[in-house]
């Protein structure tokens, strides 16, 4: 079984501050990674992936993530926030288990960032 | 290039109504995933696509859930006898996934969804 738990509904955070998005993990193997955004009305959208090799990975508009084995995390980050970064972030995990590379995906976090 | 596309982008029915959704993956997708979410929720896994068949379909709640990918693009998710506990938006992924592989690890691009309300 696999599953990602975001401990925050909602960040708050100033524009220009560093901003942090917080996602665990629990998978029974070595997990695949991902942080996708949702803006009002629109698809999600992937912002980077986690599969192998450096831990630190740099995706779309700035962000960031760091995946950190012994902690089972994935934090998301973004060193200076921006008004337009306001959207809902949802954090999955997949697993190769009986052929399939099905995500599943935290329940997901507003972010608002206040001018 | 064109993205997901989903239509009705609202579809509201009476319980116990047949209702069809559709979805219109990127072209050269050979991955599709539909997925449903509810408020407050983060997307759903319902069934996944290889090509014209359904590698796993391990998420549809019931028998009055179904899906068809007939011709390895376009895909319709049926719902029978309508609840209305199955008002929610259902989201279209697809996905370049490798032929013969049950699914990648490759990012899914989301269509806007279908909100369907059942009153």
């Known amino acids: 079984a696999q599953s990602v738990a975001q401990p925050e509904d909602q960040v708050n955070v100033a524009e220009g501050n560093p901003l942090t998005v917080k996602c665990t993990y629990s998978v029974s193997g070595n997990p695949y990674l991902f942080w996708y955004v949702q803006y009002p009305n629109r698809g999600l959208q992937f912002l980077l992936k986690y599969i192998t090799g450096d831990n630190l990975v740099k995706g779309s508009y700035g962000f960031e993530a760091e995946f950190n084995k012994s902690q089972t995390s994935f934090h998301l980050k973004k060193p200076s926030a921006l008004v337009s970064d306001s959207a809902l972030y949802f954090c999955?995990?997949?697993?190769?288990?009986?052929?399939?590379?099905?995500?599943?995906f935290g329940r997901g976090t507003s972010l608002i960032v206040h001018p | 290039g064109a993205g997901v596309s989903q239509t009705p982008s609202n579809k509201v029915t009476e319980k116990g109504k047949y209702v069809e959704l559709r979805c219109d993956p990127i072209?050269?997708?050979?991955?599709l995933y539909w997925y449903r979410q509810s408020l407050g929720q983060g997307p759903e896994f319902l069934i996944y696509f290889q090509g014209t068949g359904a590698a796993d379909d391990s998420g549809l709640p019931n028998d009055r859930f179904f899906a068809v990918r007939p011709e390895g693009s376009v895909s319709t998710l049926k719902i029978q006898r309508t609840e209305r506990g199955d008002s929610a938006v259902y989201l279209c992924a697809s996905s370049p996934g490798l032929a013969g592989n049950r699914g990648s690890y490759n990012e899914q691009f989301f269509g806007p969804g279908t909100r369907l309300t059942v009153l």
């Open positions: 072209s050269g997708h050979t991955a």
């Open positions: 999955a995990v997949s697993l190769r288990s009986g052929g399939s590379y099905i995500p599943t």
